[in-house]
């Protein structure tokens, strides 16, 4: 009977002191955790100044997607016997020159899919991967300062297609006016002299015009997330309803492990020039001109892995 006290006595002293060498931790974590946050204020205040200072900010990430599923006798739909897949990936980049009297920015961005359908029941079916979105854009801004949020600027900024097409059509926007500020990160361009550049084969539905370019750009880095947002228009003096153009692109990428993690990209356009062109291949006879032509608004959307370069 002494030996069961002795040790339920035991147990209970060790449970006493345990609870105790807890207590005694956890007032000892809270000024360290305090300690931390300190330090990690004064990192980040040290790295705020870092960033102001003059000098290149340079920046790589992108979004990879992709599937592949197959398909043995499945008799409720038309092609029973099937496997297809798809692929994507978009790579954004910026490296910009940020002096006291004057920056330099620079930017590029490549979005490409293919997707393959095989049925393979009919020996003449493609086993090809055919390419979907396919979009390349490249820009480089000039300004010299006026003052801290406001400087005089020219733009350069070229857009088409690499798999289908190259520069068929192809756009190069080439334009001054003003560059505005107004928080970090936020770059707005308002161009009121900028000619759009339309190269293509098919004359009758690109053409070439003179008019005002607007592009307002928001990059950003935020701890795990790469954040990018470009809205890019162009409004064409001589056919506002027909000459004119516009793309959103947006890119998220948060990063999970290491370098590795989740990417999502979405993007909106609209080209009636490109509208027209299509039908024009699809049916020359019905469409005869802009009226006739449905500016449908052109979306897209990726997701997938994404890499921090």
């Known amino acids: 009977m002494k030996k069961v006290l002795l040790a339920f006595s035991f147990l209970i002293l060790c449970a006493t002191a345990f609870g105790q060498t807890k207590e005694e931790l956890q007032e000892q974590m809270a000024p360290k955790n305090a300690e931390i946050g300190k330090l990690q204020g004064e990192v980040d205040a040290l790295q705020a100044q870092i960033d102001a200072l003059p000098g290149w900010r340079k920046a790589l990430f992108g979004t990879?997607?992709?599937?592949?599923?197959?398909?043995?006798?499945?008799?409720?739909?038309?092609?029973?016997?099937?496997?297809?897949?798809?692929?994507?990936?978009?790579?954004?980049?910026?490296?910009?020159?940020?002096?006291?009297?004057?920056?330099?920015?620079?930017?590029?961005?490549?979005?490409?899919?293919?997707?393959?359908?095989?049925?393979?029941?009919?020996?003449?079916?493609?086993?090809?991967?055919?390419?979907?979105?396919?979009?390349?854009?490249?820009?480089?801004?000039?300004?010299?300062?006026?003052?801290?949020?406001?400087?005089?600027?020219?733009?350069?900024?070229?857009?088409?297609?690499?798999l289908n097409d190259f520069n068929n059509?192809?756009?190069?926007?080439?334009?001054?006016?003003f560059t505005w500020l107004p928080i970090e990160n936020l770059v707005v361009v308002i161009h009121p002299a900028n000619y759009n550049f339309v190269f293509a084969d098919n004359d009758t539905a690109f053409q070439s015009s003179l008019g005002a370019k607007i592009v307002v750009d928001y990059t950003r880095k935020i701890g795990a997330i790469n954040f990018k947002s470009n809205l890019s228009a162009f409004i064409s003096y001589e056919d506002v309803d027909n000459l004119s153009n516009w793309s959103w692109n947006n890119s998220f990428a948060y990063t999970l492990w290491k370098k590795i993690g989740v990417g999502f990209d979405f993007g909106l356009r609209s080209n009636k020039q490109e509208a027209l062109n299509f039908a024009l291949a699809q049916d020359p006879a019905t469409a005869t001109s802009f009226d006739n032509v449905n500016n449908d608004l052109q979306t897209y959307w990726t997701l997938g892995l994404s890499y921090a370069f």
Do not use: C, H, M
């Open 169 to 177: 059509p192809g756009y190069l926007d080439v334009g001054v006016g």
């Open 64 to 162: 990879v997607g992709g599937s592949i599923t197959e398909q043995r006798n499945a008799f409720a739909q038309s092609i029973p016997n099937n496997s297809s897949g798809n692929i994507g990936f978009t790579v954004n980049g910026y490296a910009n020159l940020i002096q006291d009297k004057f920056f330099w920015r620079n930017s590029g961005t490549l979005n490409l899919s293919w997707v393959r359908l095989d049925d393979r029941d009919d020996v003449s079916d493609s086993e090809n991967f055919d390419p979907t979105t396919d979009i390349f854009t490249i820009s480089s801004l000039y300004g010299r300062n006026i003052t801290e949020k406001l400087a005089y600027s020219a733009l350069a900024e070229y857009r088409t297609t690499v």
